[in-house]
């Protein structure tokens, strides 16, 4: 039984599965080419912090066999109700629990730079790793140091739908942590409306020394602004890898 995260509770994860399927939505082809091998034979995909399954849903409708995963418990129950069509849909947090053998990994939203340090992210790339089988494939987003340096003095952002609203203000507390600090309200009956707050540091690296990591366990891997053709925010890197 994995332990909850406190990260992405009930009302963070359904706005941010109304509010924030951009993401998705704008990498979804350039995964999708990226993987088109892996579909081809038939392979498993395993998503690593799927969320409420906004990109899972593209990988199933293109005809991939996928395990998502998440770490939050209500992020993987919208998943499994977003989209019935995966294998299954699993809690699993990285970097100490096991991930099971596939033929692809695919993590993106930059899943991994929730984890708490730079040492614990190095050991959940190494685990992914592992698990990737021979001509497997490897791709996933994640937060550069330059994610942080690009975005020291934001104002506050406001996002809203019918019924939730999310005030978002960041900072970089030092060059290795983005801090998001978030209050939302959820309305709750007709006439009132539920706070919440989550605190969300995300690690930031540099993202090049993930390359003689991954190699050290068998992976050819390379550093992109991009899964395709997309623009993505500046300092988010995609790496992407082959096992031999
Ligand atoms: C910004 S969301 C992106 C979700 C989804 N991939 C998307 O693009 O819509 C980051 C996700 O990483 C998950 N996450 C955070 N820490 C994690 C960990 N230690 N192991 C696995 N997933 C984690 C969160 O629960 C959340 O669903």
């Given at each position: 039984m994995v332990p909850d995260t406190p990260y992405f509770e009930s009302d963070l994860a359904r706005i941010h599965h109304e509010g924030f399927g951009f993401h998705a939505d704008r990498v979804a082809p350039g995964v999708l080419a990226l993987l088109e091998p892996v579909r081809q034979r038939g392979g498993l995909v395993v998503e690593i912090?799927?969320?409420?399954?906004l990109l899972t849903r593209y990988l199933v409708r293109a005809g991939h066999r996928v395990l998502a995963t998440d770490a939050s418990s209500a992020m993987v129950d919208l998943a499994r109700s977003y989209v019935p069509g995966a294998e299954s849909i699993e809690q699993l947090r990285l970097p100490d629990d096991p991930v099971p053998p596939a033929d692809a990994i695919v993590s993106v939203?930059?899943?991994?730079?929730?984890?708490?340090d730079e040492a614990h992210v190095d050991r959940a790339v190494a685990a992914l790793a592992r698990a990737l089988r021979p001509g497997g494939v490897i791709t996933l987003d994640i937060c550069d140091v330059r994610y942080g340096e690009g975005r020291r003095d934001e104002a506050p952002k406001v996002w809203f739908g019918e019924d939730w609203v999310l005030i978002t203000q960041t900072s970089v507390?030092?060059?290795r942590t983005f801090r998001r600090d978030m209050t939302m309200f959820v309305r709750?009956?007709?006439t009132s409306w539920r706070r919440t707050d989550e605190l969300h540091d995300n690690v930031l690296i540099?993202?090049?020394?993930l390359l003689p990591l991954l190699e050290a366990e068998g992976v050819d891997a390379q550093l992109h602004?991009?899964?395709?053709?997309e623009t993505l925010p500046t300092g988010l890197m995609v790496v992407t890898g082959t096992k031999s």
């Open positions: 912090g799927c969320g409420s399954g939203g930059h899943a991994l730079s929730y984890l708490d507390p030092d060059r709750s009956d007709p540099e993202t090049s020394d602004a991009a899964f395709g053709h």
